[in-house]
């Protein structure tokens, strides 16, 4: 008891200025085993401390706190805690011992799951990691943690606001192809099919060296979405794909490259049986709802092929040549489309034709000069950062010693030898 | 329907009449005279002629050697339903056939004849014996013959007996040996007119080996040496390419390798096509192949080809008829041509593809003219139903081939021309986002290979 009660005095003396809390630090490295012996009876001592003056002291004892396996119960209590503590914290302070602070709120994710209310750690989450971030590029352990119960939660938009930030900075590549691919279900779940295919070609087309389960079902996911988005899909993956990832991931996706080839063919009949065949294998990898959605895309396309050739067709060519069921189920088709901004076109029910227009979009508004605008810029400051990240990397020692060892001996011009390595 | 100006009224009306009617040529009965064409000669070389069926006995005679054999086969093989041209070809089959010292051709051809012909064209096995024992006999001594010379070293002797062993083996129908016995000579080969003896002969060979690669080969080489090649020689170094070229599915070069071809060939490459063949296969190839400016300059104008093009006036009829946007006498033509182009061993499968392309040419040309065209009229132009011609128009702008949208409900095709601007505005937009998509993923990439490299690095400390 006394060495505890002797922490608590230090959390709570030294926890004002840089210099004391860099002291706190070392004092509660060293305290760490005798905190974690004590783990049951470190819960009133939080009362004594305040989480936003004494974040760090805070964070340690909640660390020994959690790190036994706790009960139900035990969650219940303790959740609220650390959802004030994350709220509350100080940011610097909990920098200083950032695994804990993960620790922390992965622990708190499971507890919040073991209790079977996700939605209650989205928002601490969301904190937790705009705090612990260093800049809005940089990604961290938590993101993904944060995606998975946003998923759970079926909270998508707050989801989507994170994955808005582009990332350059990344701590561990697992933690990269985990965001990517909780994000792309994100994305997908809001319809967002660009950003979710941006989101999933980053995860198949990392740098691994050996092929990990996550791209697997990323690369499943990317071959639906694909399909539903362009209409298309290629096997051949880009250059700059890890060669691990080119020779394996198609064992594992036999069924979906099937069914993309099926899609592609164009005839209705022929996808909706292999859909039906393969229903259990689809299922299983919790795809169906995405399959049915790659289904209803086909007929889309279709019709947007038509638009491509005719002026005015009748409701019931269309049903003919997209292969439904009759001009009814044409209208539906065409209308939901048209009200989903997929095509422009007037349905005149009394002749049953529907006329096609032309995109209205003249491009000379207001909004799409800023929009353009806008794209400008961002495109700028992107070749700026490009320009930076190539002149840190000539000046990279590094480098320079590796280049320069693959230089010619001779100088043409001047017949003296190249020196063969920067002597830094 | 309104075209572009204001035409005469006698251009409207043909236009509209394309239909068809007083073109003389619909009459598809008579014997190929078509009477305005006054420059037509008595030739008395016979022709493919149009709707008739093909005269076996003229058709054989455009041809000899080998060739013969194999087209008078061929026909006999493919031409389904008519048992008389079948067995004619057999019979004339036969009877080259027994001209020559080919006696496992002549064996096929006994067993295709099943005696149908009568006893004549039974089985003579006498003289397949007495044929196979003299072929061993010439062996043996034109083997000895060589090892005679090969021992002297004689290059000009060494060179004359593998060619003798060549034509020996092409008599006997060792199509592969007699190659190789060719190509050997190569290296035995002093002048350039012996270089070209030798590509004549193994382009001989691979013509009728089906191996059309050795062909262009052989053509390049045999044209390294401009000097020694007279004019036949170089036409049929032209034939020999341009029918290389069809079996490619390359029409547009075939077809240019047989409109430059001289016509100085005549009948001396008798043993491989006819100049009947030359214009009906650079014609079609043409056709379907040229926009109207190469077919103005390269065929119509064309003073050399013409000369080929008098030996079948139906193709050049029908290069006339398209050219001058009578698409339903040019159709006409090309569907009486059809049934004896298939019979045709080079040109067989290709017919269907070339005569899509020329359609599907016609169709593109019909429309090019005009802002808006009346479905029902251009139906009657080709003759072929609205609805039809509707699917076809469909494929031709899905393939964006022809530029224009289709009003189903008046049945009116319009032109329509992409505008420029907003098309510009959208490539622009996508571009960017590709650009910033892809950028965003090569840093990102980057970063992951520069902390792996990082890992790398610290851990081998």
């Known amino acids: ?424 | 329907m309104e075209p572009e100006g204001s035409p005469s009224r006698p251009m409207i009306d043909e236009i509209h009449s394309n239909g068809g009617i007083n073109l003389c040529d619909g009459d598809v009965d008579d014997e190929p005279s078509i009477d305005d064409t006054t420059t037509t000669t008595t030739n008395n070389r016979p022709i493919i002629s149009s709707g008739e069926q093909l005269d076996v006995e003229a058709y054989g005679g455009l041809y000899q050697g080998r060739t013969k054999i194999m087209r008078l086969l061929f026909i006999a093989e493919n031409c389904e339903g008519n048992p008389a041209m079948r067995l004619e070809a057999l019979r004339m089959a036969h009877d080259e056939i027994k001209k020559g010292e080919n006696t496992q051709l002549y064996r096929e051809v006994v067993q295709k004849i099943d005696g149908e012909l009568g006893p004549n064209y039974a089985m003579d096995s006498a003289w397949c014996d007495s044929v196979d024992r003299r072929a061993d006999q010439k062996k043996e001594k034109l083997e000895n013959e060589l090892n005679a010379y090969r021992t002297n070293l004689i290059k000009e002797s060494i060179r004359m007996g593998y060619n003798d062993f060549g034509d020996f083996y092409y008599a006997h129908g060792a199509l592969g040996d007699a190659f190789k016995s060719y190509v050997r000579t190569r290296d035995y080969c002093t002048t350039s007119k012996h270089i070209i003896h030798m590509c004549l002969s193994a382009i001989l060979v691979s013509i009728e080996m089906g191996q059309f690669t050795h062909v262009t080969s052989y053509v390049s080489k045999a044209e390294q040496s401009p000097e020694a090649l007279d004019p036949i020689t170089a036409a049929k170094l032209r034939c020999a390419a341009g029918l290389a070229h069809l079996e490619a599915k390359k029409y547009k070069l075939a077809a240019r390798k047989f409109l430059e071809t001289g016509s100085e060939l005549g009948s001396h490459y008798n043993e491989v096509i006819a100049p009947q063949d030359v214009a009906t296969y650079g014609g079609l190839c043409a056709l379907a192949s040229f926009d109207r400016a190469e077919l103005k300059s390269k065929v119509i104008d064309n003073v050399n080809f013409r000369n080929f093009l008098e030996l079948v006036p139906e193709v050049r009829e029908l290069i006339n008829d398209f050219y001058s946007s009578h698409y339903a006498s040019c159709l006409d033509y090309l569907g009486n041509l059809k049934a004896n182009l298939l019979l045709d061993i080079h040109l067989h499968d290709h017919v269907e593809t070339l005569y899509d392309q020329i359609r599907n040419k016609a169709l593109i040309q019909y429309t090019h003219p005009f802002v808006s065209v009346d479905l029902q009229m251009m139906a009657n132009a080709f003759k072929t139903t609205v609805a039809g011609l509707e699917k076809e128009l469909e494929a031709l702008i899905t393939d964006d081939q022809i530029q224009a949208r289709i009003d189903s409900h008046n049945k009116i095709l319009y032109a329509r021309h992409a505008d420029q601007r907003n098309a510009t505005f959208q490539r622009v937009l996508q571009t960017g986002n590709e650009f910033d998509r892809d950028v965003r993923s090569m840093l990102l990439r980057a970063n992951l290979i520069k902390h792996e490299y990082n890992l790398r690095a610290a851990r081998k400390h």
């Open chain 1, 1 to 424: 008891m006394n060495s505890l009660e002797g922490v608590v005095v230090q959390i709570q003396g030294l926890s004002s200025s840089a210099g004391d809390i860099s002291r706190l630090h070392v004092i509660l490295k060293q305290a760490e085993e005798s905190l974690r012996s004590e783990s049951t009876r470190l819960s009133p001592i939080l009362n004594q401390l305040d989480p936003s003056n004494h974040s760090l002291g805070y964070l340690y004892i909640l660390e020994a706190c959690t790190s036994a396996s706790v009960s139900k119960e035990q969650a219940a209590m303790l959740v609220p805690y650390i959802a004030r503590f994350i709220s509350y914290c100080a940011p610097e302070q909990i920098r200083l011992a950032p695994e804990k602070f993960i620790a922390v709120c992965k622990r708190f994710k499971d507890q919040v799951m073991l209790l079977g209310t996700p939605m209650r750690g989205v928002a601490p989450l969301q904190a937790a990691v705009r705090k612990l971030q260093n800049s809005s590029e940089h990604l961290t352990t938590l993101h993904p943690e944060f995606l998975l119960l946003c998923l759970l939660a079926k909270c998508y938009k707050t989801g989507l606001s994170i994955l808005e930030e582009d990332i350059f900075e990344v701590d561990q590549p697992r933690d990269l192809f985990l965001y990517c691919y909780y994000g792309g279900m994100i994305c997908i779940g809001q319809k967002r099919f660009r950003k979710a295919l941006e989101l999933l070609h980053n995860v198949v087309t990392a740098p691994m060296s050996s092929i990990n389960a996550i791209a697997v079902e990323a690369y499943k996911k990317y071959i639906l979405v694909s399909l539903i988005h362009n209409g298309q899909f290629s096997t051949s993956l880009p250059k700059y794909t890890s060669s691990a990832a080119q020779r394996n991931l198609k064992n594992h996706c036999q069924p979906y490259i099937e069914l993309a080839n099926s899609y592609s063919t164009g005839k209705i009949a022929e996808l909706e049986q292999y859909v039906q065949t393969n229903e259990e294998k689809f299922e299983s990898d919790n795809n169906l709802g995405l399959v049915k959605q790659v289904v209803s895309s086909m007929y889309k396309r279709n019709i947007q092929r038509l638009t491509q050739t005719y002026l005015t067709l009748s409701l019931q060519d269309i049903a003919n040549t997209v292969q439904l069921n009759s001009p009814k189920e044409a209208e539906m088709h065409v209308l939901q489309m048209i009200q989903d901004g997929e095509i422009f076109a007037t349905i005149n029910q009394k002749d049953g034709m529907v006329r096609f227009l032309e995109d209205p979009e003249q491009y000379k508004s207001c909004e799409m000069i800023e929009r353009i605008d806008s794209s400008i810029q961002r495109i700028m400051s992107l070749s700026r950062k490009l320009t930076t990240m190539e002149e840190q990397m000539s000046c990279d020692p590094q480098y320079l010693a590796k280049a320069g060892r693959e230089r010619q001996r001779f100088d043409f011009d001047d017949f003296d030898t190249v020196p063969q390595k920067f002597n830094i």
